[in-house]
């Protein structure tokens, strides 16, 4: 099947620093979500890119389809960013989502 | 808004006990799935259904059974629960394939431990 890496696996910013997290995938996709879960365990939806550029507040994303990656940008980094972050795929045609593990980002003020 | 409801939180089990997990969406979404989520693995899919009546099986289905007899609402049954399905639960819905704009909407969760 599809693989997902994310890089980096941990990461600590202090309050105020921008971040860039990666996501590769190794097949051709249809779909590509970021998430973020909080320290509750909910997991929100930021962003529905399988290509281009979306921005949302201090958040944007990037996808390059022919180049299977994404980024994920944090601007300006705040406590309330702390958490997993996971990028998920769907293969064409498949209807299922393969998840990344997961970027671990702790934001201390 | 999406909102999809799981009927627990936490929820504490014996070994041995059949063990119901409830989702509701209430988005008319033709698309719902069950994932479990454990340290360092990531979220591993179970099953999914694309349709009243209908499931298919994910990645790791051993153990696990399902029932979608409502559009709205996607049930997954631990037959005889044990220690290593001990684990968060997660629950999505989406819109059907081929719509075009399609994500995935998630509810709060419910972990469950099974003693």
């Keep these: ?109 | 808004d999406v909102k999809v409801t799981q009927s627990s939180r936490y929820l504490v089990k014996r070994t041995g006990e059949k063990v119901f997990l409830e989702c509701v969406q209430d988005m008319d979404h033709e698309n719902m799935f069950w994932y479990r989520q454990d340290p360092g693995l990531g979220l591993r899919l179970i099953y999914f259904s694309y349709d009243v009546k209908m499931k298919e099986k994910g990645d790791i289905p051993e153990g696990y059974s399902v029932s979608r007899e409502k559009k709205e609402r996607f049930s997954l049954i631990l037959e005889s629960a044990s220690t290593n399905q001990t684990s968060m639960y997660l629950c999505a819905s989406s819109p059907r394939a081929g719509s075009g704009y399609q994500p995935q909407h998630f509810g709060d969760g419910t972990r469950l431990s099974i003693l």
Excluded at chain 1, 14 to 35: I, K, M, P, Y
Excluded at chain 1, 40 to 46: A, D, F, K
Excluded at chain 1, 63 to 76: F, K, P, Q
């Design chain 1, 1 to 109: 099947g599809i693989q997902v890496e994310q890089s980096p696996p941990d990461l600590i910013l202090q309050e105020g620093a921008n971040s860039t997290l990666r996501c590769n995938f190794s097949d051709s996709v249809n779909n590509l979500q970021w998430f973020h879960q909080n320290p509750w365990g909910q997991l929100i939806n930021l962003f529905y890119i399988p290509s281009g550029t979306k921005q949302n507040g201090r958040l944007s994303a990037t996808t390059v389809a022919t180049e299977r990656y994404s980024l994920l940008y944090i601007s300006s980094s705040q406590t309330t960013d702390s958490g997993v972050y996971f990028c998920a795929v769907e293969v064409y045609g498949n209807n299922r989502l393969a998840f990344g593990k997961g970027n671990q980002v702790v934001v201390i003020p």
